[in-house]
């Protein structure tokens, strides 16, 4: 499991770490990594032009030391220092004592333009509120560049703890961070200025309790449920699916068809399209008699397609099993009503509609996706998967954040959407709690749509058809 930590628990690491080891070993550990990575993506060193962009802050030593044991390895060093009174005075004498040049920022643009490799140094994690105007011509002179670009811990300009990009920020092909990831290098947009990303271990103890966490195979490996000897269709758990109207038909078939690859042992379908979800899928089981009649189940999936059916949605959430509330669900149920429930709630919504539950525009949410998923699941005590370019999991309980790791731009597709649904769905059905069943659901759903697309476009249904390679990929 990959883990995220904020700016201040880091902080109090470093300290901590730094008051047991010899002066500067942090930073030399820090360079050393960031030296190696750099070498990695020039290929060769001897003979290349490195700029180094040179803030204030410990960043800029990083880039400096680095830049010296690149320069000594027989790169051409040039140092471009923002604040040349406050530059890192020891990593400063370090490059000059290796062959490295300097430059101010004004004689920037001519040696970027010849560099064949960048180094961001100009703005440490605690950055906020994008570049300043003299950092943001520097960005623009790289961008116009041949060069590759590596980040110091983090893109200069995006905002470490929360993903958000407020201004202008400088585009990474690869960001080395120390000790820990950043929240802002797995949560969009942020995510997008930092290219790969490339951890250093730098020995830094750090707490149990993490902003973020990434799943890995592994760890979705241990949660997805797996039959015994004795089971039955039964025992492995049955899931309602309260979905579909005249109009929307297809999103019932597709949550059957994520439901019926979820684990559970049986899929029960009640709505208005019964005729196509048995067409497709004869082992459903189909009932017209509403969902308090439909008979037991271990979790309800409720709202794709569903038009206005709110009887239909009020009756689900009247259940005492785990409830998925996804697209019609989300928006005819009722805030009381969910807050009110004793059973878990998994509400899986995408920015717009979040945005209108949450009263904010669209725009809002896609700045700030952390902040919008923490404030929607504490508004309605349930666990929100807010779905999109990164997919987030959050429990009103508290405690991480899940991020999604899978995926490809090709799931955003009509009808991707029922399909998680059903997924997920199921997962609760077998025994999940509401956060493991979200976060392993769209780690499949996301990793079958990679199978899925390969590379071209792709169909809801392809992608629920390729859950199984999925499950059988993660559990290999």
Aim: hydrophobic residues 50%; aromatic residues 4%.
């Amino acid at each position: 499991m990959r883990t995220a930590y904020g700016v201040e628990t880091v902080r109090a690491a470093e300290r901590e770490s730094a008051a047991r080891l010899a002066e500067g070993a942090l930073m030399q550990r820090a360079a050393a990594g960031l030296a190696a990575a750099c070498a990695d993506l020039l290929g060769r060193v001897y003979g290349r032009r490195v700029v180094l962009l040179v803030g204030s802050g410990d960043n800029g030593g990083d880039a400096l030391y680095a830049g010296a044991r690149l320069a000594r390895r027989g790169a051409g060093v040039t140092a471009v220092l923002l604040t040349p009174g406050r530059a890192h005075a020891g990593g400063l004498a370090a490059l000059r004592r290796a062959g490295g040049s300097v430059v101010a920022a004004g004689g920037a643009e001519a040696v970027v333009a010849r560099a064949n490799l960048v180094v961001d140094g100009i703005v440490g994690i605690g950055g906020k509120g994008g570049l300043r105007p003299d950092a943001e011509a520097l960005a623009g002179a790289v961008a116009r560049s041949r060069a590759r670009v590596v980040a110091v811990d983090l893109p200069s300009g995006v905002e470490a703890d929360t993903g958000e990009v407020r201004g202008a920020a400088l585009r990474a092909d690869l960001t080395v961070t120390f000790g820990t990831h950043k929240p802002g290098l797995l949560i969009d947009p942020a995510r997008a200025y930092a290219g790969s990303v490339r951890l250093v271990d730098i020995g830094l103890a750090l707490p149990a309790g993490a902003e973020l966490e990434a799943l890995q195979h592994a760890d979705v490996a241990r949660l997805l449920p797996e039959p015994a000897a004795e089971s039955d269709k039964y025992r492995r758990g049955v899931v309602g699916i309260a979905a579909g109207s005249a109009r929307y038909p297809g999103a019932a078939v597709l949550a059957v068809s994520g439901a019926l690859r979820g684990g559970a042992g049986a899929v029960r379908y009640v709505g208005p399209a019964g005729d196509a979800v048995i067409a497709r899928f004869p082992e459903t089981l189909v009932s017209d008699r509403g969902p308090a009649a439909a008979g037991r189940v271990q979790a309800w999936v409720a709202g794709p397609g569903a038009g206005d059916d709110a009887a239909g949605v009020a009756e689900v959430l009247d259940t005492d099993v785990p409830v998925l509330l996804d697209a019609d669900g989300l928006r005819l149920a009722e805030r009381d009503a969910v807050r009110g429930r004793t059973a878990p709630t998994l509400m899986t919504p995408h920015a717009g509609e979040a945005a209108a539950l949450l009263g904010v525009r669209r725009e809002e949410v896609e700045g700030a996706r952390l902040a919008a998923v923490r404030e929607l699941a504490a508004a309605y005590r349930a666990t929100v998967l807010l779905k999109g370019s990164t997919t987030l999991v959050a429990d009103h309980a508290g405690g991480p954040v899940r991020v999604n790791a899978t995926g490809t731009p090709w799931l955003a597709t009509a009808g991707s959407g029922d399909v998680l649904s059903g997924l997920a769905g199921s997962l609760l059905a077998s025994g999940l709690s509401a956060l493991d069943a979200g976060s392993a659901a769209a780690y499949l759903h996301g990793l079958a749509g990679r199978f899925a697309a390969d590379g071209a476009p792709a169909g809801a249904h392809d992608i629920a058809a390729r859950i199984p390679d999925a499950w059988r990929d993660v559990r290999g």
